[in-house]
Nanobody
Framework: VQLQASGGGLVQAGGSLRLSCTASTRIFDTRNVAWFRQVPGKEHEFVAGIIWTGGRTDHADSVKGRFTISRDVVKNTVNLQMNSLRPEDTADYYC????????????????????WGRGTLVTVSS
């Protein structure tokens, strides 16, 4: 299984970006998916997650009201709409799929996720 994140770039504070995560298989049909971000010297930080049914999401307090995770079943993608971006949102953003199938809770620890895409860099200028 390969995941690929895309959509990062340079944006001014207050701007928007939309990240997309695609998979080489239909893994999103049975696995929770999360977005994490990482800055140099720090651990991966949970940003948002969506349950495999698509019926529940979770967002970190730092992004609530600004970021929205969603899933496109037809396109087999999980997206992260990021609005009102702040300089502190600058990071490499990664999508990841849960190690366990059909888990009924969205976990926020990176260790729970087995499949990872390469990061896409988001840079927010002040």
């Amino acid at each position: 299984v390969q995941l690929q994140a895309s959509g990062g770039g340079l944006v001014q504070a207050g701007g928007s970006l939309r990240l997309s995560c695609t998979a080489s298989t239909r893994i999103f049909d049975t696995r929770n998916v999360a977005w994490f971000r990482q800055v140099p010297g720090k651990e991966h930080e949970f940003v948002a997650g969506i349950i495999w049914t698509g019926g529940r999401t979770d967002h970190a307090d730092s992004v609530k009201g600004r970021f929205t995770i969603s899933r496109d079943v037809v396109k087999n993608t999980v997206n992260l709409q990021m609005n009102s971006l702040r300089p502190e949102d600058t990071a490499d953003y990664y999508c990841a799929a849960d190690a366990q199938r059909n888990r009924n809770v969205i976990l926020t620890t990176p260790r729970a996720y087995e499949y990872w895409g390469r990061g896409t860099l988001v840079t927010v200028s002040s």
